[in-house]
């Protein structure tokens, strides 16, 4: 496989490079039944979490995925940076170049800094969230998750539920699902569907079509209230009552045998009731502890400066 410098989405990964992260995911997740969880693979390697969006699981993730691999991790606060003196992207991007840094993990709220910023470093960008546009780690988990929990994935029925216009999850994870076999639905309300459904994305309207696509996992994604400049339904209790996983839908999933995934981090009584957290067949947590598999196998993957002249 050619070396790959950098990880922007999936869109541009082959099959072999998914089925690569996915298959050494495994061996990494074997690793943290062992007393000591850590092996030397990236020592003497640096790696800099470069976030200017908020983040809780995708930052520590990547940072315990660091440390597993024994890489030196340094810690940039964008907001007590030059950054809040107006100092721009490719300003900061340079000043870390010159410090030889190799591994820069980006999640910013405009899509598309992370490729601009891996055009212009040696280092390995790695997208942890771009705007609307991609999350290529989080899909990466996603699949490994559903792969880890059923047999087989060809054929498999996952629908999506929520804010998909404006979630970067929904566009990655759909798409490696698919990419792996896997069908694919949306619920959304009107206004949060987006525009651009790919041809082989079931579209639904109404829970009543979800039970009567027979899904056998449900993924549920967070109202992007910071991402609306206007409200895009009249209020959270009826976007629960219509769109969200209350009790009533979370005992027909039970009595169905179905998976419950989400992203995180989950509003409660908007996106789903509080019993889905503690519901037997809820991947939640499962989602989190493979996140940190899966970002060692994408680090122990990328060669920083691959493919970049000397
Ligand atoms: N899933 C996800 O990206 O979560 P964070 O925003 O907490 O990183």
Do not use: C
Not at 81 to 91: F, H, N, P
Not at 101 to 121: C, E, F
Not at 158 to 171: E, F, L, T
Not at 292 to 299: K, N, P, Q
């Amino acid at each position: 496989m050619t070396p790959r410098k950098d990880l922007l989405d999936i869109a541009s990964l082959t099959d072999e490079e998914i089925q690569f992260v996915l298959d050494n995911a495994v061996p990494f997740k074997d690793l943290f039944k062992r007393s000591v969880k850590k092996v030397p693979t990236l020592k003497g390697q640096t790696v800099l979490p470069l976030f200017y969006e908020a983040s809780t699981r995708t930052r520590s993730s990547f940072e315990v995925a660091a440390t597993r691999l024994s890489a030196d991790i340094i810690q940039f606060d964008v907001d007590s940076s030059s950054v809040t003196k107006g100092e721009s992207v490719l300003d900061t991007v340079e000043t870390l170049e010159a410090m030889k840094v190799d591994y820069i993990v980006v999640r910013h709220k405009q899509s598309g800094i992370p490729n601009l910023i891996a055009r212009n470093t040696r280092a390995s960008v790695i997208n942890a969230g771009d705007g609307f546009h991609a999350h290529p780690t989080q899909a990466l988990l996603d699949a490994f998750t559903i792969k880890e929990t059923v047999s087989s994935v060809i054929g498999r029925k996952v629908v999506i539920v929520g804010d998909i216009k404006h979630s970067r999850v929904a566009r990655s994870t759909s798409l490696i699902l698919r990419r792996l076999g896997m069908k694919v639905a949306y619920l959304a309300p009107g206004s949060l569907m987006p525009r651009d459904v790919p041809d082989e994305v079931k579209v639904l309207n109404t829970w009543d079509e979800l039970w009567a696509w027979q899904p056998e996992i449900i993924y549920l994604l967070r109202v992007q209230m910071e991402r609306q400049r206007e409200p895009f339904f009249p209020s959270v209790s009826e976007y629960h009552k219509v769109y969200g996983m209350t009790d009533d839908r979370l005992a027909r999933a039970r009595a169905e045998g179905l998976y419950v995934m989400h992203p995180g981090p989950v509003n409660r009584g908007v996106e789903l009731t509080d019993n889905v957290m503690t519901y037997e067949r809820s991947l939640i947590n499962q989602q989190v502890e493979n996140g940190i598999a899966v970002r060692m196998s994408v680090l122990y993957w990328l060669r920083p400066g691959a493919g970049v002249e000397a």
